[in-house]
């Protein structure tokens, strides 16, 4: 005669027929495990892969934070370094050809920093330095504006070399420590948010071109991150039009013009 089976055993034998691939029931979880559990299930899952990667578990698209792998992503110092280039092309450039900047607009430049006032100074200082940063920005708004983010920080170390070389062409070596006063503090601090703004306004443009050929698909607050690191960059141009003036307005009576 067959011995009887508990009712445990008959269940076990009935799944191992039915259900071969079935697994065990796992242990219920304590409560401090399970308030866990539901902490990080409630936090986006973060994945590091690159731009077009999809992001699927259990053949559901998964809610969760790219972070990208920055590929050849050296615009931080490839950029600094196009404009000191830019300044070693100016400077070669007014050397070779004295009649690139007169000494008219050298003398105008000096005796407009010396004697032009401190609101004077502020804004002329401000608008300069922010000019630089509006045009990578409206650049970047298209999808193929990073030639121009790419070249703006050459041109403007174009002008800074020049500006060395003209000084030193009308005053000689006084205009060295001119330069060093009223040009160099200022056109060092403004190339570095330059760069910064045409490092963002590459970018963005990068990520426009990739959306529109279908590559990825950008978060409805991308715009308004770039806008609001405009802004950070015009706050900046500001604050540097108002310690450029400070500045000019301290070591002013030390030239004479």
Known sequence: MQALMSEEEFLMQRNAVYEPDAKADEPQKSDENREDSEALSDRPIVFIGNE????????????AVIVHKKKNNYSAIILPLTAALGAVLGYILCKTEPGVISEQSMHSFLSQRINGGF?????????????????????????????????????????????????????????IPAFAAFVLPSAIIGTLICCYQCRMSIGCSAKILSSIR??????????????????????GCFLLGIADSALSCLLGGIFVI
Do not use: H
Not at 214 to 221: K, Q, T, V, Y
């Open 52 to 63: 077009n990667d999809e992001v699927t578990q259990g053949g559901m698209t998964a809610s």
């Open 119 to 175: 609101f004077g100074n502020a804004a002329s200082s401000f608008i300069a330095a922010v000019l630089w940063c509006i045009i990578p920005f409206i650049s970047g708004l298209s999808a193929v504006g990073q030639p121009v983010g790419a070249l703006v920080p050459l041109i403007k170390g174009i002008g800074i070399g020049a500006a060395l070389a003209g000084m030193i062409s009308c005053y000689g070596a006084g205009g």
């Open 214 to 235: 279908g590559n990825s698909r950008e978060a409805p607050d991308f715009y308004k991150l770039y806008l609001e690191r405009f802004l950070v960059c015009c706050t």
